[in-house]
């Protein structure tokens, strides 16, 4: 069994390698704790500004007490630390996202300040076991438990210090003022039209096309460091992919309350505190259902008769987890039966579930505190995702369309709520409950953690590590929260050569993109900007710091920004390979100069070494000997200039005047296929290939340029052959019927089975008839045909009467054998048959197999269809029918 790891960050790790430097008894006693603390002997672990205590089990039944004091900053160095602070908002930012920057312990040190502790008069330790050394073995548990808090949450290292995140932020002044949302006042002529649209115009499509999931996870690291039983990435990935909405929708829909009619209710308000949907003048006769979904009787204040006075109505309202399936199951197609309230909320309805459908949803860590402020849980909600343009513009229209009444009411003195708080609450609400209740992976229950994600019920955080947990988690969701927030700024990143020749050294400027003004450098900028905009710039770039270290060094030591930074090879690698998968996700271009061109996907292409002029005809050996290419924009490589290539090591190379600007990961992808063998066995395999201009290698299809020969071959395709119709056959083919007589010569010859699908009556069966005559010419046979039973008589009385030269046996019915053949020109079976006796008709012993009603075989998966797959060796293979397809594009795939 693995065992549990600690300290799996630079910052856990280097506060561990801090207490083993305190002394060889620190060094020799720590390392006894970290078995206790692997078997989960630490039941309870508190953390306050500068101190620890902790229950550990022992050998005793009662667990002995721990006490831990860690010497906090004196007054001056907390100073000087704020001071520091206040010069760097980036690494400010960072901490308290929960990434420490490599170098923040020198630039503390570079101040005379000491973040890990140095000697072991630093702390102060006790605890209650009879052991006489200290630290014992229960300390040590701890500390090893407190590396496993601090990777998860790095700002515990200033609380063991003594400052509080409350203090933190209040110096720093980063505590953000909450916008007022009791600030809307609706005009007079809106309220004399309270229960009307306030625009006359179509509700948006709710038709979502893509899908939001891509986007989201390329935006998550993987492997988060905070869930150690999994890759809590890979586990929230299956949370999407198990949405099943249908037994939700199907138990609380509209069907199960034929009774119910809420449509035409006058006003309709959603109650953000208490998750409910408030509805007001409806009569009582249309509520019979009401108490099966459950709901209470209430009295909201609304405006009156034109002006802003207080009218106060009565109303019921209905928990939104217990009317959401029936708003979701409302046809939108009613709009005009219900009031324009009512239909607001069943539109809105519809676009979650859209959502949903489509993963336009993040999950989101909520920290709930009790009324004295005492205990604090966490839950996981989901949130609308409105990443792209067109999500944003269905809102949007909605918010300024929909009337007063879904939306104004007053609040106690504070005034009226605008229509973004309430309808933005209702979506995030609908979508939180379609979430939970579609997830079916339920093995998250079993999990104290991963329960989260599918629970409603918050978690109590009694102990550090659900504490550190969810802190982590809410950092690792940091990027997608923040792409989610309007008005961020937009930067921007300009790559320009460094000195020499060698191009070892590059220029990077950043920029912002202000709405309606050209691109100012960044430090420019700085200058000038509001503390929103501020703000937005140092999430933004602590958040891409993770991903691309190197930016990090944009931050001055004097404040602000500089203009701009150097960046070797090395960081070139980061920025172009994972680095700019991350600026993508933030919109933010990396801009290159007009020298260098940025090949994003390098082209393997595979050709035949007999390409050229031909002047006799090649042998099929000669036609399978395959070379490779490499395709870079404008250039072609042979495969040993790009290997050599490759050995240059650096995402920048000259080929003659032009440098290239190359990822990585490409440059391995490509050497990969290179390494791929060409597996094209015969002639017909190779046709083929040419036809689609492409040959399918284990890593996918590559472009093929067929040679001369295979290029005239394919277009001979086109050109049918004037063959006279053979001479043993009793009948005069009409004009069509000579055509794909024609036809099916041609594709057979190439390597290619026909699929003949003339209608009924229009005579498959004699264009069969005149192939197989054809083919028996030069010497090949015999064929097997395979019709329904109904069809095995026709068949005999065809080819008696058109085709008497040829041999028929009939394979149906009982005492047959197929143990001697020479003398057979054609074999009649039925599918029944050929699902029965599979294993006596040998795939080898036809070279023609024809199949009638081939509709026969339109389900894959079915046993007759894979018996008749069984026979795909044979060189020559026609199918037969007047219905190739019948409901699905599938049944044509199957056949051929």
């Not at 930012?93 to 101040?111: A, G, H, M, R």
């Not at 579609?438 to 104290?448: H, K, M, R």
């Not at 070797?568 to 172009?576: K, M, R």
């Not at 048959?833 to 599979?838: D, G, P």
Request: a positive charge; charged letters at 25%; aromatic letters at 10%.
């Amino acid at each position: 069994m693995k065992q549990k790891s600690f300290a799996l960050t630079w910052w856990g790790k280097t506060w561990i390698e801090a207490l083993e430097r305190l002394g060889s008894i620190w060094e020799n006693r720590l390392p006894r704790g970290r078995g206790y603390a692997r078997r989960g002997k630490v039941v309870k672990c508190e953390i306050q500004p500068g101190s620890i205590t902790a229950r550990v089990s022992g050998t005793r039944e009662t667990p002995y007490k721990v006490k831990i004091k860690v010497r906090q900053f004196t007054k001056k160095a907390r100073e000087e630390i704020f001071s520091i602070l206040r010069q760097r908002p980036v690494l400010v930012s960072s901490i308290l996202n929960l990434t420490l920057p490599e170098n923040i312990i020198d630039i503390f040190k570079s101040y005379g300040i000491d973040l890990l502790p140095t000697t072991e008069k630093e702390f102060s330790t006790n605890c209650s076991c009879p052991d006489w050394a200290n630290p014992c073995k229960h300390i040590a548990a701890v500390f090893y438990v407190l590396a496993e808090v601090i990777d998860n949450d790095p700002f515990v290292l200033f609380t063991l210090r003594g400052i509080p995140k409350e203090e933190f932020l209040k110096e720093l002044r980063l505590i953000e003022s909450r916008d007022k949302i009791f600030d809307f006042l609706p005009s007079k002529s809106e309220i004399e039209n309270f229960y009307s649209y306030k625009q006359d115009t179509p509700y948006h499509s709710l038709f979502l096309d893509g899908n939001g999931k891509g986007f989201i996870f390329s935006a998550l690291t993987d492997n988060p460091i905070f869930y150690r039983k999994g890759n809590f990435k890979e586990i929230l990935r299956f949370v999407y992919d198990s949405i099943d909405l249908n037994p939700f929708l199907e138990e609380k829909g509209e069907d199960n309350y034929p009774s119910l009619d809420i449509s035409n209710a006058k006003g309709a308000i959603f109650l953000k505190e208490e998750d409910e949907l408030f509805v007001y003048g409806i009569d009582k006769k249309d509520i019979r259902d009401i108490k099966n979904i459950g709901f209470k009787q209430k009295i909201l204040t609304i405006p009156d008769n034109g002006e802003l006075k207080q009218k106060k109505v009565k109303g019921i309202s209905i928990e939104l987890n217990n009317i959401l399936a029936y708003l979701a199951s409302t046809p939108l197609t009613l709009e005009n039966e219900m009031s324009p309230a009512f239909f607001t909320y069943v539109y809105l309805a519809h676009f979650a579930l859209a959502l949903v459908e489509g993963s336009y949803y993040i999950p989101s860590v909520e920290e709930i505190h009790d009324k004295q402020n005492k205990n604090v849980s966490y839950k996981i909600t989901y949130r609308a995702y409105l990443i792209s343009k067109r999500l944003k513009e269905i809102l949007d229209k909605c918010i300024k369309k929909v009337p007063l009444c879904t939306y104004l009411r007053y609040i106690d003195k504070r005034g009226y709520l605008p229509p973004q708080d309430v309808l933005e609450g209702f979506l995030d609400s609908c979508i939180n409950i379609l979430v939970k209740n579609g997830i079916s992976f339920n093995q998250l229950l079993e999990d104290e953690y991963l329960s989260a994600l599918k629970e409603e019920r918050p978690i109590l955080a009694d102990n550090p590590h659900i504490n550190s947990f969810f802190s982590a988690l809410r950092s690792w969701l940091a990027p997608l929260i923040l792409r989610k927030k309007e008005g961020i700024i937009r930067l921007g990143l300009i790559l320009k050569p460094g000195k020499g020749k060698t191009k070892k050294n590059w220029v990077l400027e950043p920029i912002v993109f202000p709405e309606a003004r050209r691109p100012v450098n960044l430090k420019n900028f700085w200058k000038g900007a509001d503390d929103k905009d501020k703000k937005g710039i140092i999430d933004l770039i602590s958040i891409l710091t993770r991903y691309i270290p190197v930016l990090g060094s944009l931050e001055s030591r004097r404040g602000g920004f500089k203009e701009k930074i150097t960046v070797t090879t090395d960081n070139l690698l980061d920025l172009i390979s994972t680095g700019k998968e991350y600026l993508q996700v933030f919109d933010i271009p990396l801009i290159f100069p007009e020298e260098i061109k940025e090949i994003l996907r390098i082209k393997p292409i595979v050709k035949t070494k007999s390409d050229g002029p031909i002047e006799p005809m090649l042998s099929l050996q000669e036609l399978l000997q395959f070379e490779w290419q490499v395709s870079l924009g404008d250039l072609t490589l042979t495969k040993e200039e790009f290997l050599q290539l490759c050995k240059a090591k650096t995402p920048l190379v000259k080929i003659k005047e032009d440098w290239l600007l190359i990822r990585p990961d490409e440059l391995e992808r490509v050497k990969r296929i290179l390494n791929t063998e060409i597996e094209i066995k015969d002639y017909a395999e190779l046709l083929r290939s040419a036809l689609m201009q492409e040959i399918k290698t284990n890593e996918g299809a590559i472009e093929f340029i067929p040679p001369e020969q295979i290029k005239a071959k394919i277009q001979g395709l086109s050109q049918l052959r004037r063959l006279r119709t053979p001479p043993d056959l009793k009948a005069r083919l009409r004009p069509y019927q000579l055509t794909g007589y024609r036809w099916m010569v041609v594709n057979c010859e190439a390597g290619f089975g026909p699929c003949l699908a003339d209608d009924m009556g229009l005579g498959k069966t004699i264009q069969a008839i005149a192939l197989l005559l054809y083919l028996k010419r030069k010497k090949i046979k015999p064929a097997l045909i395979i019709a329904p039973t109904t069809l095995l008589g026709n068949w005999q009385q065809e080819i008696a009467r058109f085709a008497p030269s040829l041999n028929v046996y009939s394979y149906h019915g009982t005492d047959k054998s197929l143990d001697n053949l020479d003398n057979i020109d054609v074999v009649l079976t039925t599918y029944g048959v050929l699902r029965q006796k599979k294993n006596q008709i040998l795939p080898d012993s036809f070279p023609i197999v024809i199949i009638d009603e081939a509709q026969n075989i339109k389900n894959p998966f079915a046993a007759q269809t894979k018996a008749v797959y069984a026979l795909n060796k044979a060189p020559y293979r026609i199918a037969l029918s007047g219905t190739p397809i019948e409901n699905r594009l599938m049944e044509l795939w199957s056949i051929f």
